[in-house]
């Protein structure tokens, strides 16, 4: 029997190429014209060489390769010769792996085998937001103040727990770094929020909090008579903390009332540093990138966001959409596809008489409803995978071994995967026309589809070359 | 053989980010929902997630029907919003409807909903354990099942095991007393906290580490849901005998049935074969550590273009094949 192509290293040795619909013939005389074509590319290349360009924010709905692309851009960024940090805030391990920061201390490490020229150099960290908003109150408040405010332990569930803190502290190691100047470009990744939205509300949210009412209130018991000519408030004050006490308990009110009038100093300190930072990401400097896979869900989101981006008056570069697929062969259509591996399978009964007998056929019927059990991988034969590729061995190949009948099979089986492919082809784009009807201005760079993971540098550059590589044919 | 959904009333259904973790909580309801029943479909993230599944308009802070179960069976949903449910808890211990707006205007219950550390959570959850504790006058529960489109795996045991650490913080009190009921609860036999992945390898690590994070937490594990998996229509032994020198009988046989250029379509439908095989074998991979984690999983296929409300049926009946609402 023949190899098999293994995950990382047999694929490229054989004829089997399995990088994906990337390397696809590239037959523009079959390519599929439609509407699309006229949604103006996104280069990035252009992006990340220009000196101007300081920061770059991926953001998008979960589960869309945001940090993947965040990572990818910063080694490709690094590697034409920019001093890259890449800031994730909750990646993946093997990805994190991939740029070699497994060790979560919240300070950039230089990762190594970058193949810089021109002195590019990439640097890598994960957020840890309790560790960042301790260090902003070890940095700001007096030690015996510090050390109070951290064991309070309202401040510890805060600083751990509340929706927000990620999102806030994000835009606080945002400033932090950009403030450090020893990069020329950030790359920064989103929080996996609950709405996309969360990033750019939360800091607001916390602002207003600590600003707020409601702060003052609480603060008022620790500075007796402050406000005792505001009758209201007075009112105000005592039957909401005596509401509070009964529903939270007493010592917990007293906690936050600690928290408070400990970080009172603090406070200006956090609006103005989360207004700074807000002010960055509205500067020329700044690019944002919504990410998004041709999916309705993602791509809702990603419509959502380039809303908001342009409300806020934000820069938005474009949109980086994951995971499309193309084919080679889209001349060949779904139907003429499926009703030729008919015609094939037809033909196989007629000369077998037996139906399905031998290899593992599909159903003629829509092939989601076919067995979801893995019939087909156990199948797999157990030979164990040789060193050497079959594609240098033609002559040992077991040519010989397949009949008419199991080529006719086997291209029922091609066409059939084909006609899939197309209609996924299909999906995907009604999916990306409803976007483009929406914002019809927005430039897209396609990233062609993976067949798995990223593990390592090799991966990230791989996908850097799809970011940039245009758009992909047929898709 | 015991099957502890149909004994878990409360299911929480998580996963990571573009798994479909909506779509599954929204068929397993439809699912549990058999003849004479009753399930309650809550989401708690303000997504308006469970409206756009069902095609119907925004939810409002209101248990009302959206769908009937193939059988008879009912389907509530409800979206519930924390601030909501506190003005509600306000009012129903304390009687303090007016008091609950003058707080609202001093801030005060936006800070409980969304700064304060846990609260929101022990209110969504609180709500949910409410519904699922629900009698009617005849002693019979309003709701069979009640399911919860949760948080993503990377935020569930926080979400769930929040109020124990509210409990903590608020040492006595309402809050206390509610986040300790509701944590018997989340800990007990009723509930069920199902995780959803696709057969990747990110959204797989995340599962393996989601349940151990459960079970470090004594949080119920129910199952894994492997969503969206696709038919292999070409097994891997197909695709090495085309990867030998076949090249031209295939292209022969596309004549045959009428596909004119064969050669020049050779090559593509080979390569597409390929990444085929290697998809199959990636799967097999994470099936493999799905395997070793040892829970109990139920299997969903991709829906295709299928993603609306008949799709959901169809993964409804899917789920009941494999064992849910038996």
Aim: hydrophobic share 45%; glycine share 10%.
């Amino acid at each position: 029997m023949t190899d098999k192509p293994t995950a990382g290293t047999g694929a490229d040795a054989t004829g089997l190429d399995a990088s994906g619909a990337g390397t696809a013939v590239r037959d523009t005389a079959e390519r599929d014209t439609t509407g699309l074509d006229a949604v103006p590319v996104l280069e990035l290349d252009p992006l990340i060489d220009d000196r101007g360009t300081r920061i770059i924010v991926c953001c998008g709905a979960g589960g869309v390769g945001k940090t993947t692309t965040a990572a990818a851009l910063g080694v490709r960024a690094a590697e034409r010769g920019r001093r890259v940090v890449v800031l994730t805030i909750d990646p993946a391990r093997r990805l994190a792996q991939s740029m070699g920061i497994d060790s979560l201390d919240n300070t950039p490490r230089k990762v190594d085998g970058i193949k810089g020229s021109d002195g590019g150099e990439l640097h890598a960290m994960m957020l840890d937001m309790k560790r960042t908003f301790d260090e902003i109150v070890e940095a700001h408040a007096e030690p015996e103040r510090a050390r109070a405010i951290l064991e309070n332990p309202f401040y510890q569930s805060l600083s751990a727990g509340f929706a927000g803190t990620q999102e806030y502290m994000a835009m606080e190691k945002l400033g932090q770094l950009r403030a450090r100047d020893e990069w020329d470009l950030i790359v920064v990744d989103t929080p996996p929020s609950r709405s996309a939205l969360d990033f750019l509300d939360a800091p607001k949210r916390l602002g207003s909090f600590l600003d707020g009412k409601f702060i003052k209130l609480l603060m008022a018991p620790a500075k007796v008579g402050g406000r005792a000519g505001i009758k209201f408030l007075n009112v105000g004050m005592s039957m909401m903390t005596g509401t509070l006490g009964k529903l939270l308990g007493g010592q917990f009110l007293k906690d936050v009332q600690t928290f408070v009038a400990a970080m009172d100093t603090m406070f200006g300190g956090f609006r103005t540093r989360a207004d700074a930072t807000y002010k960055l990401l509205q500067a020329p400097g700044t690019a944002f990138l919504v990410v998004a896979t041709p999916e309705r869900d993602a791509l809702r989101e990603a419509a959502y966001f380039v809303e908001r981006l342009a409300a806020e008056e934000m820069p938005l570069a474009g949109l980086v959409l994951n995971r499309v697929h193309g084919s080679g062969a889209a001349g060949l259509s779904a139907e003429r596809a499926r009703a030729a591996a008919e015609n094939l399978d037809e033909g196989r009964m007629a000369d077998r008489g037996d139906g399905k007998a031998g290899l593992s056929g599909s159903p003629a019927t829509s092939p989601e409803l076919s067995d979801l059990a893995t019939a087909a991988v156990s199948s797999v034969t157990e030979a164990a995978p040789t060193a050497e590729p079959a594609a240098q061995h033609p002559d040992v190949d077991d040519v010989s071994t397949a009949t008419d009948t199991d080529v006719r099979h086997l291209t029922a089986g091609l066409l059939r995967l084909h006609a899939e492919r197309m209609r996924v082809l299909a999906r995907e784009q009604r999916t990306r026309d409803r976007f483009t009807a929406l914002h019809p201005e927005v430039a897209v760079a396609e990233v062609a589809a993976l067949p798995g993971d990223v593990h390592d540098l090799a991966g990230l550059r791989a996908i850097g070359d799809r970011l940039t590589a245009g758009r992909m044919p047929s898709a | 053989m015991v099957r502890l959904d149909s004994v878990s009333r409360l299911q929480v259904v998580s996963g990571k980010g573009g798994t479909g973790k909506t779509t599954v909580a929204a068929a397993l309801a439809l699912a549990l929902a058999t003849e004479g029943k009753r399930t309650l479909l809550v989401e708690v993230e303000g997504r308006q997630g469970i409206a756009q599944l069902f095609e119907t308009e925004a939810l409002p802070y209101e248990e009302r029907k959206i769908a009937v179960a193939p059988g008879g069976g009912e389907v509530y949903a409800l979206a519930i919003d924390a601030e909501r449910a506190l003005l509600d808890y306000l009012q129903m211990f304390y009687k303090l409807g007016g008091a609950g707006r003058a707080l609202k205007k001093l801030g005060a219950i936006d800070f409980a909903t969304t700064i304060a550390p846990g609260v929101r959570d022990v209110l969504l959850t609180g709500k949910a354990c409410e519904a699922v504790k629900r009698r009617e006058k005849h002693g019979g529960h309003t709701y069979d099942h009640v399911v919860m489109d949760a948080p993503p795996t990377g935020r569930i045991t926080r979400f769930l095991n929040v109020n124990d650490e509210v409990a903590g913080l608020a040492r006595i009190g309402p809050i206390h007393n509610q986040a300790q009921a509701v944590m018997r609860v989340l800990k007990s036999p009723e509930t069920a906290v199902h995780l959803v992945t696709l057969l990747e390898e990110m959204p797989v690590q995340e599962t393996a580490d989601g349940i151990a994070e459960l079970r470090a937490a004594e949080l119920p594990v129910g199952r894994v849901v492997v969503n969206m998996v696709r038919p292999h229509v070409l097994d891997e032994a197909a695709v090495r005998a085309a990867s030998g020198d076949h090249r031209e009988a295939i292209a022969r046989s596309l004549g045959s049935v009428g596909i004119a250029g064969g050669t020049r379509l050779v090559e593509p439908l080979l390569d597409q074969a390929a990444e085929h095989a290697r998809r199959v074998e990636l799967e097999r991979d994470q099936r493999a550590v799905l395997d070793g984690i040892g829970v109990p999983a139920y299997e969903l296929p991709f829906l295709g273009d299928g993603g609306d409300i008949a799709g959901l049926y169809r993964l409804a009946k899917e789920l009941r094949k494999q064992g849910v609402g038996a």
